[in-house]
């Protein structure tokens, strides 16, 4: 997202859970691994509490923002704070602080009654914009080892309308030990023809803790390959090589060309094809491997050579083996 069009004008926050008087084992969290903020993207997050003896959640948020925001090799600062919860609650908030400008990012008619968010803004980043990052949200509970929370995210391109999202992972260990949410080593992605659509990969590193105290610096790498080579294949099943590997710090976006060679990516351009994409994190930065987003949008007002009207795009989680 980010300067190659209106609908990659933004990207991605970070919201992590603290270790912060979560000593004990078994608090449940859940896992957003990428958001997108900007002045024409918001990121809506809604968060379900199901547990009975919490009475607030632990947000930590990891973010790069403004010009770091497109620097892959940048780490991500943290954010840490508490907010209210109740039981049954589901708490939705606009992380860029757009929607919700009166009730601190707190979006659709909460009355906060039984959960009481009085003042406290959940607009986390409206000041850094534009961002990526990734966030946790705990439930500062280990009396019961249960999952008791859930979450989706809505990713919003409103000055276009165009929109994708997902729901968070989840796991009642302490820690925040992530590791094994990586993406499929070796998934196979479809590659839409280059010179009428973008493809770009959003890439979270994860690792065995995920919420460090002040910085993030979890690293891992992703390449494009079949079986172990550089070949991707073209639309008639021909192999070409050329696939590079990137290196990505804590969150970051990977456009397709960065990932092939120039004359690789100018003889796929026209068709596209598929390829294998790989993840693997570096030990030495405490990564394990990477949550990988595969996201695809037109550059025009055609699909497949015929005419459209609008935007439309399309985002697709890489899911664990």
Same mark, same amino acid.
């Given at each position: 997202m980010f300067a190659k069009s209106t609908l990659a004008s933004a990207v991605a926050a970070a919201i992590g859970a603290s270790a912060v008087g979560i000593q004990t084992a078994q608090a449940d969290s859940v896992f957003f691994p990428y958001l997108a903020l900007?002045?024409?993207v918001a990121s809506v997050v809604s968060v379900v509490n199901t547990g009975q003896a919490a009475n607030e959640l632990h947000y930590r948020l990891y973010y790069k923002s403004k010009a770091a925001a497109e620097d892959k090799a940048a780490p991500c600062v943290e954010f840490d704070v508490r907010r209210p919860t109740s039981p049954n609650d589901i708490q939705t908030f606009d992380v860029s602080g757009k929607f919700g400008s009166e009730t601190q990012g707190v979006l659709f008619n909460d009355p906060g009654i039984n959960n009481d968010w009085g003042t406290a803004t959940f607009a986390f980043a409206a000041t850094q914009l534009p961002a990526r990052a990734y966030l946790l949200v705990d439930d500062n509970d280990s009396s019961t080892g249960e999952d008791t929370?859930? &979450?989706e995210v809505f990713v919003f391109e409103y000055g276009s309308g165009a929109a994708w999202g997902y729901q968070a992972y989840s796991n009642d260990a302490t820690n925040y030990n992530y590791s094994g949410y990586a993406s499929e080593y070796g998934a196979q992605v479809n590659l839409l023809p280059f010179d009428e659509f973008e493809t770009a990969f959003f890439v979270t590193p994860v690792g065995v803790d995920m919420a460090p105290n002040g910085t993030s610096s979890l690293e891992a790498t992703i390449w494009l390959g079949s079986a172990g080579t550089t070949e991707v294949y073209d639309r008639?099943?021909?192999p070409i090589s050329g696939a590079l590997p990137v290196n990505v710090v804590c969150v970051g976006r990977v456009d397709v060309e960065d990932l092939l060679s120039p004359i690789t990516y100018d003889t796929l351009e026209p068709t &596209?094809?598929?390829a294998q994409v790989y993840n693997e994190g570096s030990a030495a930065?405490? &990564?394990t491997g990477a949550v990988v987003i595969k996201l695809e949008y037109n550059m025009g007002d055609t699909f497949n050579g015929e005419p459209v009207g609008g935007t439309y795009?399309?985002?697709e989680m890489i899911a664990p083996m």
């Open positions: 900007s002045e024409t929370l859930s &979450g008639d099943e021909n &596209g094809g598929w930065a405490g &990564g795009n399309n985002a």
